[in-house]
């Protein structure tokens, strides 16, 4: 058979090796259209995020580095708003007032020689960092002396809930300072600063009332309090200048140029020293607070599920002392060893917690069986004065019942048979007639001749004050009839007392 005739297919054939051919080359068409439109949903999600979140094309540099300078000097007016804000800030930290303390915060002008210490290491400038740092430490100087100032001679201290937030940072702090300072200085170099942000970012940071705190800690002679306000503080200070230094490279702010390249080599070196000087205390500072607000959450985790949420116990105090590495745990009454075993295996399978020491601090003289007999015996105690109560209310009401009859004898002795005794008469009286205050009465001799004799009765009164004359004439009236009625006698006289 010729070569030719090899590779003849019958026309059927042939139709189907085309249609499976057109097939494959569809499919072909169609991944490569997915792939393109694919490309093109990247491409635009991509455009869309960076002309969402690119900031570059909205910096004025020059603005920006002019602004910050600008507001790095201390000195006049400056001086006093700090002052004014240092007072407004203790009297809200006094007072426990979070509306007067964010007053406070919003006319500090404590963000300018932060922000030109984070410019002035961007971009190299020794002479603005100098500036910064000399400014930065005076408004600090100044605003430890005026809330000292403040706590030492105002007579109310009290360590109210705003003072104690601020002597003890956590992990929040680091944040709220680092991404506060990042808000700032993008709102610094965006071309028509944003104000409100500004302000913003100052109320969050709180610079000022940790120096206020500072300042009642150096009054009332806690260095607790001044250690713990002064780091806190310190945190804030870093965090914003080295966000600052951050967004002022990314933006390629232009570095300061000097004639000399060895001054300029130098300076650079200097530059970039200060910035790892200032990078090492904040990773140090971020790592510490970290672990500590781990140990902290590890510890509160502890306390609920194994000690709070067993009702049998009564822990009335407890205490974590992170430098000794202790917890502290008090109770009022005995607490078995298996429970205290049980704690230990349960603080030892927390990382955070393993290598504290636990110290349980039980009160056995409070113990339930003791109390119990405690209460017991209260108990008797209460029946026996329950008892000598009663037999005390006994002998009143004889007493009361003795002295009623001896009135009756005395009024007998005193009267002659037909007349009404008195005290009957006079609590008649008293509920007949409320407002009487004062009642008496007895049988008077008189003579209008001075010869002739008669005997007539004298009813002695007296009202409350309040009742008008005209009220008391009508009621002496309404008492003279009833007594007339009451004595059997045809003339009684009223006699206001």
Known sequence: MSEEHKFNFSEEEEQRITNEMNKEKAVEEKKDAVKKDAQGLFASIKLFLTELLDFRDDTDRDATITAIKHDIPFKGATAWILVCSIFVASIGLNADSTAVVIGAMLISPLMGPILGVGLSIAINDIDTLKKSLINLATMIVLSLLTAFLFFWLFPLSTETSELLGRTRPDIRDVLIAFFGGLALIIARTKKGTIASVIFGVAIATALMPPLCTAGYGLAMGNWSFFGGAMYLFTINTIFIALATFLVLKVLRFPMLKYANSAKRKRISRVA??????????????????????????????????????????????????????????????????????????????????????????????????????????????????????????????????????????????????????????????????SDLEYFGYAKMLESKDFINIDTVTVANVRWKVQLADSLVFMKERDLQKWLKNELKVDTVFIKRN
């Open 272 to 433: 970039m020293a200060v910035a790892v000087i200032v990078m090492i205390p904040a990773i140090w500072t971020f790592l510490t607070v970290l672990k500590e607000s781990k140990i902290d959450m590890a510890y509160k985790s502890f306390l609920k599920e194994e000690i709070t949420e067993n009702r049998s116990l009564w822990l009335y105090d407890e205490d974590l002392d992170m430098d000794a590495k202790i917890i502290n745990l008090y109770f009022n009454g005995e607490v078995s060893d298996e429970i205290v075993t049980a704690w230990q295996n349960a603080k030892n399978k927390s990382a955070d917690l393993s290598e504290f020491r636990l110290v349980i601090n039980a009160n056995k003289t409070r113990s339930v069986d003791r109390m119990a007999q405690s209460l017991d015996r209260a108990y008797a105690d209460l029946d026996r004065k329950d008892n000598v109560i009663e037999g005390l209310q006994k002998q009143i009401e004889e007493l009361q019942a003795n002295i009623s009859n001896l009135n009756k004898v005395i009024e007998s002795k005193n009267t002659n048979q037909d007349a009404v005794s008195f005290s009957t008469l006079s609590r008649d009286a008293k509920i007949k007639f």
